[in-house]
C-alpha cells in the first residue's frame, strides 16, 4: 500500500527538479531585484600614538567577540629585484617565532584562548589579524604585538616554509590556469612594481636568504608605516589605551623604497602570448591589461562595469561561453585596484581545441560593452551583486576590520566604508559607458597557457602577432618571458 505513495512522492521530487532546470533554462529572464535597502555600518573613529601608529576604532556592541588588524602599508610591490616573493614570506614567518616564543608555543597559546591569528603579505600591504574572545583579549594581544614587534626568522623556520612553497610552485607551474596568472604579471607589467610573483618563483624562493628578509621587515615595519584596527565591544578610549599598552613602544622610521614608475595607460603595449604545455589536459585563456588605482574616481563604475562582464552566473561573459556554449565550467573577470594602476582580467578554462574561440569571445564581449551598454534591469542586478556583497563581508568583526585596513593601507578616509553602497547604487549607464571607452578603448594582451598544435592555427587568423614559447624556455623571472641563451 506505500509503494503507490513513494512513486507520488517521486514524481513530485521529479516535478520540482523539472521546474527547478527550467528556471535555469529561464536564466535569461531572472526575478527583478528588490529595491536596496538603506544600511549604515558602524562608523569608525580614530586617534594616532606619539610613535606615528594610527589607531582605527569600530564600536560593535552586542556581541563578546574582538577582532584586531594591523596593517602595514607595504607589501609585494617592494620586493627587492630578482626576490620576488620576500615581502610574503617575511608576512608569513612573523607568526612563526619571536624571541620568547617558537611556532609551535604560538600556536598553542592561541589556541587555549579560543583565539585564531593570521599574518601575511598582499601587493600593497602587510597585515597581522586575531579574532578573539573579548575578556581574552590582553592575552592574544600581548602575543599579536609579540609576533609583530620581536620575530626572529629563525633559519629553520625559513627552511621549512621555503619547501612548502616550492612544493606548492612546482604543483602550480603544471597547471595552466596557475601558469596563466604568472605569465599575466609579466605581460602586463613587464619589469615594473606588479610584474613578478607576489609568491616568488621557484629561482628566486631558492635564492632568499634570512638577511633578505630582516632587511625588508625593518625597511617597512614601522608604526608611522602602520595602523592598528579594533572592531568589537570597545571604545575609542579603550581601543587607544590597548594600542598604547602593546604597541606604545615600538619605535622606528619606514625608509624610503626606490620603485619603479608604472607606464601610463597610453604608454602601454599590448602584446599576445601563447605557453606550449604539451601535457596540458585543458587550455587556460585570459586577456589582461593594467586599469586602476585605488584610489580613482572611476573605480565605482568600474566595479559595475567588470560586475556586467564577468562577476557571476548571469554575468555577459559567463553567458556567452558557458551557458550559451558550453565552451568552459566557469568564466570571470576582476578589477584589482591597487596603490598604483592595478591589472583588469578576464580568463576561462576550456578544452585545447577551442582556446582559439575563446579567446575571440572575451575580446568580443569585452567590445560589446561598449555597443550594448550596461542598463535596466542589467544594471540593477549587477549593483545589488556588489552591495551585498559588500554588506555581507562586514557581517563579522573580522571582515569589518579587513575592510577597515584597506582603506587604511591606501590612505582612503574612513568615511569611505558608508560610502560604498550608495555610490555603487549611484553609478549610471552613463559611467560605466565613460569607464568602458576610458579604460578597455584599447585592446587587452591575450595569454593563452595548452597544447599549441591544437589551437595555433585557428588563433593566428584572430591574433596574427601571436607569440608562442615553449613552457621549457619560460621564464617567469624575466620580463621578456624567455630564459636567456
Not at 544600511?39 to 594616532?48: D, G, L, N, S
Not at 602595514?72 to 614567518?93: C, H, I, Q, Y
Not at 578544452?351 to 544594471?379: C, F, H, M, Y
Amino acid at each position: 500500500m506505500k509503494a503507490p505513495r513513494f512513486g507520488l512522492i517521486v514524481l513530485a521530487g521529479f516535478a520540482a527538479v523539472s521546474r527547478a532546470a527550467y528556471a535555469i533554462v529561464g536564466i535569461d529572464a531572472p526575478p527583478p531585484p528588490s529595491a536596496p535597502p538603506e544600511t549604515h555600518f558602524a562608523q569608525p573613529k580614530e586617534t594616532k600614538l606619539e610613535n606615528g601608529l594610527r589607531v582605527i576604532v569600530a564600536e560593535r556592541p552586542g556581541l563578546p567577540l574582538l577582532a584586531a588588524e594591523l596593517v602595514v602599508r607595504r607589501g609585494a610591490e617592494v620586493d627587492p629585484p630578482n626576490l620576488a616573493g620576500t615581502a610574503s614570506m617575511t608576512g608569513a614567518l612573523l607568526t612563526k617565532g619571536t624571541e620568547s616564543m617558537s611556532a609551535p608555543q604560538i600556536a598553542s597559546a592561541i589556541e587555549s584562548l579560543g583565539a585564531d591569528i593570521s599574518s601575511g603579505a598582499g601587493w600593497d600591504q602587510s597585515t597581522v589579524s586575531i579574532i578573539m574572545m573579548s575578556d581574552k583579549a590582553d592575552a592574544a594581544l600581548t602575543i599579536l604585538a609579540d609576533v609583530v614587534l620581536h620575530p626572529t626568522f629563525k633559519q629553520e623556520e625559513i627552511d621549512r616554509l621555503k619547501k612548502q612553497r616550492l612544493d606548492a610552485l612546482r604543483v602550480a607551474l603544471q597547471q595552466p590556469g596557475s601558469l596563466a596568472g604568472f605569465v599575466s604579471e609579466r605581460v602586463v607589467f613587464g619589469s615594473g612594481e606588479y610584474g613578478h610573483s607576489a609568491g616568488g618563483t621557484m629561482e628566486t624562493l631558492q635564492a632568499m636568504q634570512r638577511d633578505d628578509i630582516v632587511k625588508l621587515y625593518k625597511s617597512c615595519y614601522s608604526p608611522e608605516n602602520a595602523s592598528l584596527i579594533f572592531v568589537g565591544s570597545i571604545t575609542l578610549e579603550q581601543g587607544k589605551a590597548c594600542a598604547e599598552k602593546f604597541f606604545g613602544a615600538w619605535k622606528g622610521s619606514p625608509m624610503a623604497i626606490a620603485k619603479t614608475q608604472p607606464a601610463s595607460l597610453t604608454e602601454w603595449k599590448r602584446q599576445n602570448v601563447v605557453i606550449d604545455m604539451p601535457q596540458a589536459g585543458q587550455a587556460a585563456v585570459a586577456v589582461a591589461k593594467p586599469a586602476i588605482k585605488r584610489d580613482s574616481p572611476d573605480y565605482y563604475s568600474g566595479l559595475v562595469a567588470n560586475a556586467a562582464l564577468g562577476n557571476g552566473f548571469i554575468s555577459r561573459l559567463n553567458r556567452e561561453i558557458r551557458i550559451k556554449r558550453g565552451l568552459s565550467y566557469g568564466v570571470r573577470s576582476s578589477l584589482d585596484a591597487r596603490r598604483d594602476p592595478g591589472p583588469f582580467s578576464a580568463a576561462a578554462q576550456t578544452k585545447n581545441e577551442s582556446a582559439a574561440e575563446v579567446a575571440k569571445l572575451l575580446i568580443s564581449e569585452l567590445k560589446r560593452l561598449e555597443t550594448d551598454p550596461v542598463q535596466g534591469e542589467e544594471l540593477k542586478s549587477r549593483q545589488a551583486v556588489l552591495t551585498g556583497g559588500y554588506a555581507r563581508g562586514l557581517e563579522t568583526n573580522e571582515g569589518f576590520a579587513a575592510s577597515l585596513a584597506s582603506l587604511a593601507a591606501y590612505n582612503l578616509p574612513l568615511e569611505r566604508l558608508n560610502q560604498f553602497l550608495p555610490k555603487i547604487n549611484a553609478v549610471t549607464t552613463k559611467d560605466v559607458n565613460a569607464f568602458v571607452n576610458k579604460y578597455f578603448a584599447t585592446p587587452p594582451s591575450l595569454i593563452i597557457v595548452g597544447k599549441t598544435p591544437a589551437f595555433l592555427e585557428p588563433l593566428k587568423k584572430a591574433f596574427p602577432d601571436v607569440r608562442v614559447i615553449p613552457q621549457s624556455d619560460l621564464d617567469l623571472n624575466s620580463a621578456d618571458l624567455v630564459k636567456g641563451k
